[in-house]
Structure formats: C-alpha cells, structure tokens
C-alpha cells in the first residue's frame, strides 16, 4: 500500500458527466502533484500545486479542474471528457520545500483507471 | 533526441540473475536522478534515489549515475520473478522551483522462475 489515497481506483464516465478524482495523503508533504499516464507511456504532468497553490498547469484542456482544498488533499474536477482522456490519472506528492538541501522525491499513488464511453 | 533515452525492451532473464537497467540523457544540468519501478495496474513506486554522481545501494538494488558519460544505470542483483515489472528512469535539474520530471519510456522486465 503507498501513503498516497486516491479515489476511485475505477471510474467509467459518460462524455456529459462531471466527476472528482481525490488524493490524499499524510506524510506532511506540501507539493501535490496530478500526472496522466496512456499504456505504455511514462507518466506525463499535468498540474503542480505548492503549499496549496497552482504553480504549474503543463497546458491541460479546461475540461480538467483541479483543486487543493487543504495540504493534504488534492481533487481533480473532470467535466465534459473525451475518448481520449481515458488513461490512469496518477497522484503524486513531495516535499515542499526546493533548493539543494530540500530537493525531494515524488511518491505516487496506485491511480484512478479512468474510462470515457 | 529525447532528453532521455531508455530502451523500452522487454527484458527476459532467468531467477538469479543479475540484471542491468540503463538510461543515457543529454541534459547536462540534470542532477537528481530517480528509479521507480512499476507493476501493472499500479503507481510508480520509488525504487532509488541519487544526488549527482556515484552508487548508491539499497538491499539487491545498486544505482549509478555517471555525469561525464549522462548516462544512469540500475543494477538489480539476484533477480527474482517478483521484480516482474516495467523500470522508469527519471531526472530532473536543480533550477529555481523546477518540479518537473523527465522521464524516460521505461524497460519491461520479466524474470522466469
């Protein structure tokens, strides 16, 4: 089991539905972090947040809404998805703090194995 | 060229075996330097974790980071069939707030009983 909780660990979605995807997690870490992985790809980044603000949005369409209520919780708003989007949506936490005494690894969760019919 | 090159195999190798995972880069500004391993229908899990260059070794796990060469390499000594698993390099610099990773495409590892 990873310390990183996300939920659902399955989601099948109809292209009109709107659905969160949550992560949790509890290992003190301040930047939280939401990756979309296809079959056989490396996982590809979507958003940064640092100590609960957005500081990175690699370009993803609108139909993706993330959020981080709290330090310890991240959710990802899906709205309006395409075929396309179907993938394992990977949450990701670390360390807050940059620099070379600070640099920290990511730690995954298991993912939500998301499908669009 | 990709920033980060890994030969996607498969790798098959018998039990008992020592088995040797590389990944080559041209980014000479990459200083950390990362090793997840991965089974199917699961996250990444951090296998290694290295600062610059020289080994580091964690049980059947040694990691080595040549910066003169770019090039990384993830030793796995006494192989058993439960390191069955695809092995994804990734790195990444040490500038300002950069968090992003680059990764490599990962190596598919199967280890026969």
């Known amino acids: 089991d990873t310390e990183v909780t996300q939920t659902p660990k399955h989601l099948v979605m109809g292209m009109t539905n709107k659905k969160s995807l949550k992560c949790e997690q509890h290992?003190?870490?301040?930047?939280m972090y939401w990756y979309k992985q296809k079959a056989k790809k490396p996982p590809e980044l979507m958003f940064v947040?640092?100590?609960?603000?957005?500081?990175i949005n690699e370009s993803v369409p609108s139909r993706f809404s993330p959020e981080c209520p709290n330090s310890s919780l991240l959710n990802l708003h899906l709205h309006a998805l395409q075929p396309e989007d179907s993938a394992l949506y990977l949450c990701?936490?670390?360390?807050?703090?940059?620099?070379?005494?600070?640099?920290?690894?990511?730690?995954f969760g298991d993912g939500t194995r998301l499908s669009i019919l | 060229q990709k920033e980060v090159e890994q030969d996607p195999g498969p790798l098959s190798v018998p039990e008992g075996a020592i088995v040797s995972l590389n990944c080559t880069y041209s980014?000479?500004?990459?200083?950390?330097f990362m090793w997840y391993r991965q089974y199917s229908r699961k996250g990444p899990e951090l296998l290694m974790y290295?600062?610059s260059s020289g080994n580091k070794e964690d049980g059947r796990f040694t990691a080595q980071v040549d910066k003169s060469s770019k090039y990384i390499s993830l030793f796995i000594r006494d192989s058993q069939p439960s390191d069955s698993a695809t092995y994804l390099c990734?790195?990444?610099?040490?500038?300002?707030?950069?968090?992003?990773?680059?990764w490599g495409l990962g190596t598919s590892l199967g280890v026969n009983p």
């Open positions: 980014n000479s500004a990459f200083q950390y």
């Open positions: 990734a790195m990444r610099t040490n500038a300002g707030n950069n968090r992003k990773l680059i």
């Open positions: 290992m003190g870490h301040r930047a």
């Open positions: 290295t600062y």
């Open positions: 947040y640092s100590y609960e603000k957005l500081s």
């Open positions: 990701a936490s670390s360390q807050g703090r940059q620099g070379a005494r600070g640099n920290q690894p990511q730690h």
